[in-house]
């Protein structure tokens, strides 16, 4: 059990640039969940799957963020023509089973900068 | 509808001193209750969570934390603080059972400093 990864951990881009990050969870969990925290906040929950299904998406998630799990395995969030304000750190987590009780793992984030 | 309150965005403690960071929920459905962890540059990590009747529920080091519904509090303590506490502690609740209920809300957050 390596935990949840994420790739790549830091990206700087420039305002209206496309970006995509990856997320690895751990491998028996059927749940993934993406949460954006920016500075000086808790982590604020953007979507969540199970499976490879996409259940359910914040109002935070506006039309230029995009998730995907194909095949119920590794996870990508793709935000385009990138503003200023999506600089903030994105953080994956994964869980097992149908029960909220068991816990979800995070892992090292992705930090991203809009310059 | 759920949300949590974290009272100190700051707490500064000697060490060996009594760790006490505050948190009080409010949550339409029975909730489940979790602190988090966060060093700098890091991802979060689970200390302890309550899911069940014990409502003293016992984590990792030595961090313990009490469900008392009647105050709505969940308030994480540590009898000895060690310079290690040092970090970011997030108090997060959710629903209980499947539908809706499985996301996270979490608190802004108490930064734990630990003075020698």
């Known amino acids: 059990d390596t935990g949840v990864s994420q790739d790549p951990r830091h990206k700087i881009t420039k305002r209206g640039q496309n970006v995509t990050f990856r997320c690895d969870p751990i491998?028996?969990?059927?749940?993934l969940y993406w949460y954006r925290q920016t500075l000086g906040q808790g982590p604020e929950f953007l979507t969540y799957f199970q499976n490879e299904a996409q259940l359910e998406k914040s109002r935070l998630l506006s039309d230029r963020f995009s998730a995907e799990r194909p095949k119920g395995s590794f996870s990508t969030l793709e935000i385009q023509r990138t503003e200023q304000g999506d600089s903030a750190m994105y953080l994956c987590?994964?869980?097992?089973?149908?029960?909220?009780?068991?816990?979800?793992?995070f892992g090292p984030g992705t930090r991203l900068t809009v310059t | 509808a759920q949300s949590v309150t974290q009272l100190g965005s700051h707490v500064s403690v000697s060490e060996g001193a009594l760790v006490l960071l505050r948190c009080n929920y409010s949550s339409s459905v029975p909730p489940y209750l979790f602190w988090y962890v966060q060093y700098p540059n890091q991802g979060l990590q689970l200390l302890l969570k309550y899911t069940s009747a014990a409502t003293l529920v016992k984590g990792i080091n030595g961090f313990e934390a009490e469900f008392k519904k009647s105050e709505t509090s969940f308030h994480l303590t540590k009898p000895s603080a060690h310079m290690s506490d040092a970090a970011e502690y997030f108090c997060a609740v959710s629903g209980r059972g499947g539908g809706s209920n499985y996301k996270l809300t979490f608190g802004k957050g108490t930064l734990l400093t630990v003075n020698p």
């Open positions: 491998s028996e969990h059927n749940r």
């Open positions: 987590a994964s869980s097992l089973g149908k029960d909220t009780r068991y816990e979800q793992y």
